[in-house]
């Protein structure tokens, strides 16, 4: 039965959505066409929608979700957590612990302080950066998403030199540099007479289909902030925990300060994210070591450090950590098998398409030229192509978002099961739109 007619609740329920909800959704980024399914009930890779359709989801819930949907050591601990309550407004030991435990994940990480949100914990590690450094301006790649914030909400869709956002000052993003991912030579070459406090960027570009850098380009990079006096920071939201230590461990290289959000928080809970990294810029948060205000980076929030998600992050961290030598060689067998799977589909069946990504983390890019940075990734991109397999996979009950870029995450939950199914159906939709 085809989507439309096997969804009749999850359609009408959406139109009275869009009465309230901008859009009908929460998050322009969770629509897609014909109309998004409304979930009701998620368990290891599996969503099921109001109708009772089943799908394979390879979203997990924006990548957060690491050890499948519904962990049972997760609920457990949050279900004890509720009844010693959830939110106290007061320093509470399973922020200590979730705070011990992000340090021990991360090589970099000698202090940490929680934030909200991914986006959040940008916003402060921005301040903070330029708060030690006694710098104005920023660098930013181009391509990357780091959340809504104003200074680095610039550049993240094609084309680059068009506002990213309605609202934002030309201020606000007057002190931001823009980069070339994964070209050493090109982003020496824009910073060239720059005083920059730090440089920023996701070491796995997520959002435009996790492209990966290239030829010591995170270890270049590393080395001409340490020249120029400039912080490093990555933006680990994604990352942090698809590697054992994150990607800094996984390539090598220790950036200044980490921002983490999602898996952080315990895979599925809002108020998720962290700040962290070199104690003696931490530091510059610390109100007894700067007890005047205006002597520090100011940092906090209603919710930061709140028991219930410090108990579910701490919960997953340690759980990733028990299991790591199980947890990460499977999802690296499960990523490779579905990279390799695509490549040889898209050879055996000559047609033009690249596959990216690493560990957990696959995509498909329908364009012209090999995705390296945000520019090859985005500007020969077939929309319509890529929209199309988004509709093909949502009909056979495999769902990941964007419908607009083709990326996939996975979870231990996921099998070789899947991705066969996966594989055959990329074939099946390339035979289809060969020619
Ligand atoms: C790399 C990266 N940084 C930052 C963010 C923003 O995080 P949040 O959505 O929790 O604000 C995201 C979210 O997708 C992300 O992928």
Redesign the pocket.
């Known amino acids: 039965m085809s989507y439309e007619k096997r969804t009749l609740k999850s359609k009408a329920l959406f139109e009275r959505a869009k009465k309230f909800l901008p859009g009908g959704v929460c998050y322009a980024s969770r629509y897609f066409e014909p109309y998004p399914f409304i979930v009701v009930k998620a368990k290891g890779s599996r969503v099921w929608d109001m109708d009772g359709n089943e799908y394979v989801d390879y979203w997990m819930g924006?990548?957060a979700v690491i050890l499948g949907h519904g962990y049972a050591p997760v609920i457990e601990a949050v279900k004890e957590q509720l009844d010693y309550g959830t939110h106290f407004g007061y320093l509470n030991e399973e922020a200590i612990k979730w705070a011990e435990q992000v340090c021990k994940w991360f090589p970099s990480a000698e202090m940490v302080r929680p934030a909200t949100?991914?986006?959040?914990a940008?916003m402060y590690a921005i301040r903070l950066a330029r708060a030690y450094m006694g710098k104005r301006r920023i660098g930013k790649f181009e391509g990357h998403?780091?959340?809504?914030y104003d200074v680095l909400h610039k550049a993240v869709g094609y084309p680059f030199d068009k506002p990213a956002s309605l609202g934002l000052t030309e201020g606000q993003l007057r002190d931001t540099v823009l980069l070339p991912f994964n070209n050493l030579e090109g982003v020496k070459e824009r910073i060239k007479g720059e005083e920059l406090a730090c440089i920023i960027l996701?070491p796995v570009m997520?959002?435009a289909g996790f492209i990966t850098p290239e030829n010591d380009f995170l270890r270049g990079l590393r080395e001409l902030c340490d020249e120029r006096d400039i912080l490093l920071i990555f933006?680990e939201?994604?990352t942090g925990f698809r590697f054992p230590g994150g990607a800094q461990k996984f390539y090598g290289v220790k950036p200044d300060l980490t921002?983490l959000?999602?898996t952080v928080g315990g895979q599925y809970f809002s108020g998720?994210?962290a700040i962290c990294g070199r104690a003696d810029i931490m530091e510059k948060i610390d109100h007894l070591k700067h007890p005047n205000f205006w002597e520090r980076s100011f940092h906090g929030g209603t919710y930061t450090g709140n028991a219930l998600v410090a108990r579910a992050g701490y919960t997953v961290i340690r759980e990733l950590e028990k299991r790591k030598d199980e947890v990460y060689p499977y999802l690296n067998k499960l990523g490779e098998k579905a990279r390799k799977g695509l490549e040889d589909i898209f050879e055996r069946q000559g047609f033009k398409a690249y596959v990216t990504g690493v560990g957990s983390l696959f995509a498909i890019h329908f364009t012209e030229e090999r995705p390296r940075d945000g520019l090859t990734a985005l500007r020969t991109k077939n929309i319509d192509l890529t929209k199309a397999l988004h509709v093909f996979m949502l009909e056979n009950n495999v769902i990941y978002l964007t419908s607009t870029t083709s990326h996939f995450i996975l979870s231990v939950a996921h099998t070789d099961g899947d991705i066969e199914k996966f594989l055959s159906l990329v074939e099946e939709f390339i035979k289809q739109h060969r020619g």
């Not at 949100?117 to 959040?120: A, C, F, I, L, P």
């Not at 998403?145 to 809504?148: D, N, P, Q, R, S």
């Open positions: 924006h990548a949100s991914g986006t959040e940008n998403w780091h959340g809504g996701e997520g959002a933006d939201v994604v921002t959000g999602k998720a994210g």
